[in-house]
């Protein structure tokens, strides 16, 4: 991490004005960033980036290397000849300020397995051989990433673990017969994440010019259902069938009453060790592509994590467990070098080998100003108390927004105390909590958009612990 002190914006691209339903890849993101640029903002801050499934959350995505399809801008495509403007004119009614991820659905995936369809037809001799060259230079996720969608289209969705033994033990047979089978799907899959890193790569190259570096996000853990615990099963506790034995989460905290429940595979670090981390550096190289700065989600789970028994309904009855710790992070530095970009998301239950750890290599951890004002002067996240390795944020994207926070979240202590410590009346809370946040000695200063806006409630990105209607 650069030792200059920066601020900036978290805003998804879903956010970002769109006419088909969401924010994509388009000129939007290209005006976001003049944006950024003219208001002297250097950073910008995504969540993650994978294609989502069930409940949209980009933390439980199919592929830690894939991109989503929903962000490929449709009218790039148009420019590139790959798509007529008709078929963009024919598009529903899509709500303006929601995303309708099941509409979106729809009317999207059909539309870009069309335009795969109609590559070879359309598309020019330089397009083909710059599509060729992607998929050689990828081959080492893109084809088993490839395979398991058309997979999951062909079971209609359904989780691998629910396919027949022979694709969950990817026996190489059943596994070459579904490549003959399935190959148009293989095609399609292919395809758009050439779509899509063309376009975000070439977003990217854009910020970076314009002095922005972009702030990326990687969930710890993986999602059950993806392509990487499909591909690498001895890498996670699993049980002869491929059903995990235990489960990632959290115990109970200020997000929720019996923890969170997240789901996810829990790794087997014992295993990855002993192949020293291939997995991990292949995917922390992935993210450094995709990124200049890698917020890493859950930092505290390479302390120690929580490990839930399989089958629980709560979070609440789990265990902590030993990560791995300094070994791991000396691997990924020793490959990735001494300076690593890297963001320690170090909210929640925090232990002295948390800290410990994150100050041995230097990372910066993360204050949030709205968990501020519920004891006294001593508490750590008061911005009198920093110290400068911090990234400093009003909320996040699990936080409500500021107001939303001020007017339903916060109790009366807390909105008199945030008066007093910020010196204000509470009429432009938002915008007091930005400046606290810009003020402070943290190395960088990010806010989400809907503070800079001055939304409510109704703007929240996510709320941890429900299932539906967010993102």
Same mark, same amino acid.
């Given at each position: ?140 996720? =893109?084809?088993?990433?490839? *395979? ?7 079971? %209609? $969705?359904?989780? @691998?673990?629910?396919?027949? +033994? ?94 969170? =429940?997240?789901?996810?595979? *829990? ?7 002993? %192949? $020293?981390?291939? @997995?991990?550096?292949?995917? +922390? ?109 009003? $909320? ?76």
């Amino acid at each position: 991490m650069q030792d200059v002190r920066r601020s900036g914006v978290l805003l998804h691209l879903t956010s970002l004005p769109g006419k088909y339903g969401i924010g994509t890849l388009n000129h939007e993101a290209y005006h976001w960033v003049n944006f950024l640029a003219q208001t002297r903002q250097t950073l910008w801050q995504v969540l993650p980036l994978g294609p989502t499934g069930y409940g949209d959350s980009p933390y439980q995505s199919f592929s830690s290397f894939a991109g989503n399809p929903y962000l490929i801008s449709l009218e790039a495509l148009v420019e590139m000849g790959l798509l007529d403007q008709w078929e963009l004119d024919s598009a529903p009614d899509f709500p303006r300020n929601m995303v309708d991820f099941g509409a979106i659905y729809n009317w999207k995936m059909p539309l870009l397995r069309r335009v795969a369809e109609q590559f070879d037809a359309r598309a020019s001799a330089e397009i083909k051989a710059e599509f060729g060259q992607f998929v050689a230079d990828n081959a080492d996720w =893109l084809e088993d990433f490839a *395979l398991f969608m058309a997979l999951k289209d062909a079971h %209609n $969705g359904s989780p @691998w673990i629910q396919w027949d +033994m022979a694709l969950r033990a990817r026996q190489k047979g059943a596994l070459n017969e579904a490549r003959k089978a399935y190959a148009s799907a293989l095609h399609n899959h292919r395809l758009n994440q050439w779509l899509f890193y063309r376009q975000w790569l070439a977003l990217k190259s854009y910020a970076n010019s314009q002095g922005i570096q972009i702030v990326g996000d990687i969930p710890i853990f993986v999602a059950m259902d993806s392509s990487d615990a499909w591909t690498n099963p001895k890498e996670f506790f699993l049980d002869d069938q491929y059903h995990p034995t235990a489960v990632a989460g959290v115990p109970p905290d200020y997000f929720a009453a019996t923890g969170q =429940l997240w789901g996810n595979p *829990l790794y087997n670090w014992k295993a990855m060790k002993k %192949n $020293g981390y291939a @997995w991990w550096l292949r995917r +922390m190289r992935a993210a450094l592509r995709l990124y200049d700065i890698v917020r890493v989600d859950h930092f505290r789970g390479f302390a120690g994590y929580w490990e839930v028994p399989a089958g629980e309904e709560t979070a609440v009855n789990g265990e902590w467990k030993k990560g791995p710790g300094a070994d791991f992070f000396n691997v990924v530095r020793s490959e990735l070098g001494e300076n690593l970009p890297i963001i320690a998301e170090d909210l929640g239950e925090i232990t002295p080998d948390v800290i410990e750890l994150r100050n041995s290599f230097g990372l910066p951890g993360m204050k949030i100003l709205q968990f501020a004002f519920s004891t006294d002067a001593s508490d750590k996240f008061l911005p009198h108390n920093y110290e400068r390795n911090f990234i400093v944020y009003t $909320g996040t994207h699990d936080n409500d927004t500021t107001w939303g926070w001020y007017e339903r979240t916060a109790n009366d202590h807390e909105r008199d105390f945030a008066r007093r410590y910020l010196r204000t009346d509470g009429h432009d809370i938002a915008w007091s909590m930005v400046d606290a946040a810009f003020r402070s000695v943290a190395l960088y200063a990010i806010v989400p958009l809907q503070d800079l806006l001055n939304l409510r409630g109704e703007a929240r990105m996510n709320l941890p612990g429900r299932a539906e209607g967010n993102w």
